[in-house]
């Protein structure tokens, strides 16, 4: 992220002047640039990493465990103009968020390394389901959701299956966490050749530290790291026929018998 000083980016603060000279001798971090007919990711972006409310990350995380805190909200406003945007110009927008089993059995790896992932099997804590989207950027009738269960939004799902379908040939990739979820998707895109570009001020991740070094590396090796404003000024430039096969509305059933929504970024 600019901060105003020099062009300096969000990142620059934690590397140290080897890092910096390493960057710019070896040839990381060129611009990629944009495909031709791109869809909006929006990876995560729930209850559950966001908290029902802009709160600092200590409070939010009494009742959500997996919770960013206020800053969360910063990059859901910043989803949210993506989103009209993508749809004012009939551009697919595709969200993930997670599914498990009533009884929990197929968590599996998510329980190994967080000792409160067990909040969320059998009842959550919360009145409001942890995986439920936000609100202020809740799917319409004509975008998708991919329900998952470990961190890339490729894994075991149908998206790669749906873009090709689209016929994208790039991914805007928004959401949580930026260190996680975000990542592994972002890479698995890169791996099968999809252009991709990241919304800067679009995701969000409870370390501060992981957000910059992790936005750092994507923007060093997977895709363009860049500002909201650079992705809004791209997608003016595109014409408004470009996916004539996008869904005419009417949501999917969210979750098969037997199956609940749960916390997975």
């Given amino acids: 992220m600019n901060d105003g000083k020099s062009g300096e980016r969000i990142w620059d603060r934690y590397l140290t002047e080897r890092d910096k000279q390493v960057f710019k001798a070896s040839g990381f971090g060129a611009k990629g640039g944009f495909g031709k007919r791109p869809a909006l990711l929006v990876i995560d972006v729930s209850y559950g990493f966001a908290g029902d409310k802009p709160e600092p990350i200590l409070d939010s995380i009494k009742r959500w465990s997996n919770s960013c805190g206020e800053e969360s909200w910063e990059a859901i406003a910043a989803i949210k103009t993506l989103g009209e945007a993508f749809r004012e110009r009939k551009l697919p927008v595709i969200y993930t968020t997670g599914v498990t089993r009533e009884d929990g059995w197929d968590i599996g790896s998510w329980a190994w390394k967080n000792s409160r992932t ?9 009145e409001l389901d942890a995986n439920a989207i936000i609100p202020d950027i809740a799917p319409q009738p004509q975008d998708l959701v991919i329900l998952k269960q470990k961190p890339s939004g490729f894994f075991g799902s149908n998206l790669a299956a749906y873009l090709q379908l689209l016929g994208a040939d790039s991914v805007i990739v928004t959401g949580t966490t930026t260190s996680g979820c975000v990542r592994a998707t972002v890479i ?7 252009r991709v570009a990241v919304a800067e001020e679009g995701c969000f991740d409870r370390s501060q530290a992981s957000h910059a070094i992790n936005l750092c590396d994507m923007h060093a090796k997977y895709a363009d790291v860049m500002p909201t404003a650079e992705i809004l000024a ?3 430039t595109l014409a408004y026929d470009l996916f004539p096969n996008l869904p005419k509305g009417g949501a999917a059933t969210p979750a098969s018998p037997g199956l609940r929504l749960v916390s997975s970024a």
């Fill in 118 to 126: 067990g909040e969320s099997v059998p009842r959550f804590n919360n």
């Fill in 188 to 194: 698995d895109a890169f791996s099968m050749n999809f």
């Fill in 234 to 236: 791209y997608l003016k």
